[in-house]
């Protein structure tokens, strides 16, 4: 991994995750990971440092048009080779401003230098091309820095390049559970005994406002990896299973559509403390309008009675922050959105609003279906951020509790 | 940074960038950083080569109570020392379940083991308190990985210790510009003269939607970092200013915020393509509630009709995706939020959903006041979340513009 960006501390770097999380589908392991500044002494000592102990070393970023993108020039000092233009990436740059209906101005020309004997790897996103450079054995592979392109050229090339010249015989296979309602410590008491296993070795990891649990299986070659997975699996449910909502790449608004989508339900949605979060968390699925209708942020006491028709002497008894409220509200989204299923949070994110009666981080959350409405009252710890964050977990696994119950009794009718 | 969420690719490793913001406030620099699964022999490899170049090493993660929790055995063993039980930690960790009126599990007393010689870093939030540990000029300072906790930690502890017992004489200082509406390759043309220079540098860096200019200079002592730094940052605002929206840790919901502010206005949205993502960055600003009314979320067209007021024969003849469709939806929010300033967004996000006439990208933003309304058409690139994130931008970036002018033209009259 390269980039300043990450040394001094502004821009999170996400990329290592990307490429280590799409090795480890085919069984590659990231042993380490190396942040260097955009610094030629730096970046040439941490790649020939990275080349004695690994076959293949991935870097991202540096790969830009200004002065300070220098991977091309350390890739090529460090394996030795010239620096020379290529054909194909200059064609591959040009037909890129070409399509953007751009100017290509003249230090983009650079990023069709690659290291001699170097082939390229197509970026159909942007305009630096990757480069995968051989030496003997090894190979040094350079992509953008730039996370959709990354991950593209990862799936069009880097993956398909490693399974044909790197792939171990034996290989890893691991799964995730995921759950929300319970803490890291209490899931890692319940599983005790496997956390001790060698193969599969399983452990937990604290989400945010979840945990996940992975069980990661090796493999020889002709052994099964679920033969070796799913019995595990099976023990960790057995001891945990109330919590589980997911699997792998899931999140709970994944699960929670999927699950709105089988019950033949929509939903709609008031948001105070929230402002917005769950809406937007919903509508990140593709496909969501489907079961989406929408959602009332009514951060105002006024908004909450006009869009919502929250009755005024209602605020005025027992205030924004409490279960008459949410239940009021959940029923207005219900019924102003016409949705099967009617949910609102209110609480108090903070930092400032708490009083000893109602403390930051007191949140209620309503939901209002044909049989009745509900209201769960919750107090939750930690700072602004992570309050409206896991009121939005707490909410969408209440969703996705409701709308699986409605799924199930729709087959059961059917 | 320790964590086998890092290496499996599971988990984002934010705390790196965390620490290294911190430490680059006090002009402490950070040269690697590497990331290491739990695992015994890797970890303690990673420390031991860590020392051999670095006054200081940082961990974060490790130090919970479950058997792959390493950091502590680890240090201990690196150092040549045995793990003690320590009666602060002890204490410390006791205290936190106390206050949290849970009952302490046995696991838990693992996490009052220190190095001997070592001292502890208090963890206001968490069970787990830090470690310090010497050897000799250096120091291998162990943090917990929960981001809020280490935040904590950083700041009251860590940061006033490397103060006191590391800090260089020559520290570095610098400042972040933050632009939008300029791409990278164009920004870096118009400074290019100025990427060259030595102290201070500058560098821009390639952010989500965004772009940012970092200036550093370094100082000897005696001279002012300002002295360095203001001419410089005054020739890249004359080179490109009308981009700029901000400095270091603003994000363009909090200088939109402070605008709104201001100018004593109130705003209220109209989101669809957007679902409730701009609702929620603008109420990620604590007091937001001064000037944030509220957000219909109209994903359905019912939605848009019946919350918004948006004209059937409208969404008939020009589909949600329309100029008049947006005007209409901000014209709405203004009306039924009762606010000084209506914003709507309405587009196509993609990945299904597009035409030849409207393509996934295209978005309209609406922004309704009482001089009458203007609507921008965008036609963005990228996939759903770069579409929807860009829109959120560009949205932020309008209602700041607009608010900073009534503003100013608001002390103009004052």
Not at 239 to 248: H, I, Q, T
Not at 267 to 276: D, F, H, R
Request: proline share 5%; charged share 20%.
């Amino acid at each position: 991994m390269i980039g300043t960006e990450m040394l001094l501390g502004e821009i999170i770097d996400t990329n290592a995750a990307r490429i280590a999380q799409r090795l480890a589908s085919i069984g590659i392991h990231v042993y380490f990971k190396t942040t260097v500044g955009d610094n030629w002494t730096r970046m040439a000592a941490a790649l020939s440092q990275a080349l004695t102990r690994a076959d293949v070393v991935i870097t991202s970023g540096g790969l830009g048009p200004t002065q300070d993108d220098l991977t091309r020039e350390v890739v090529a000092a460090v394996l030795g080779v010239p620096l020379v233009e290529d054909a194909e990436a200059l064609a591959h740059v040009e037909g890129w401003f070409r399509r953007a209906n751009r100017e290509m101005s003249p230090s983009n020309r650079k990023q069709a230098l690659v290291p001699q004997g170097a082939r390229i790897i197509p970026n159909p996103r942007g305009t630096a091309p990757g480069i995968i450079a051989r030496r003997g054995q090894q190979a040094v592979i350079c992509l953008p820095g730039v996370p959709h392109e990354l991950s593209t050229m990862m799936d069009e090339t880097v993956i398909p390049y490693l399974k044909e010249h790197f792939l171990p015989n034996g290989s890893l296979h691991s799964r995730v559970l995921k759950f929300y309602g319970i803490g890291e410590s209490a899931l890692a008491e319940r599983l005790s005994e496997l956390l001790g296993m060698e193969n599969p070795t399983v452990a937990t990891y604290a989400g945010r406002a979840e945990v996940r649990v992975r069980i990661t299986a090796r493999t020889a070659d002709g052994v099964q990896a679920e033969d070796l997975l799913a019995p595990v699996e099976a023990e960790v449910l057995r001891r945990a299973g109330e919590f589980l909502y997911g699997y792998d790449q899931d999140t709970l608004e994944l699960v929670a559509g999927r699950a709105l989508k089988a019950a033949g339900w929509t939903v709609g949605l008031a948001e105070s403390c929230t402002g917005g979060m769950i809406a937007a968390r919903l509508t990140n699925v593709p496909g969501s309008s489907e079961y989406f209708l929408g959602s009332v942020v009514a951060y105002s006491n006024d908004a909450k009675m006009e869009l919502l028709g929250v009755p005024a002497d209602l605020l005025a008894v027992h205030g924004a922050v409490s279960a008459p409220v949410a239940e009021a509200m959940a029923e207005g989204a219900k019924r102003r959105l016409g949705a099967s299923l009617g949910v609102s949070v209110t609480g108090i994110a903070g930092p400032g609003g708490g009083t000893p009666e109602k403390p930051v981080g007191l949140v209620f959350i309503g939901l209002a279906r044909d049989g009745g409405t509900e209201v769960h009252r919750l107090q939750l710890g930690g700072d602004r951020d992570r309050i409206r964050w896991h009121t939005t977990q707490a909410a969408l696994d209440l969703i996705r509790r409701h709308a699986q119950q409605a799924a199930a009794a729709r087959q059961g009718q059917a």
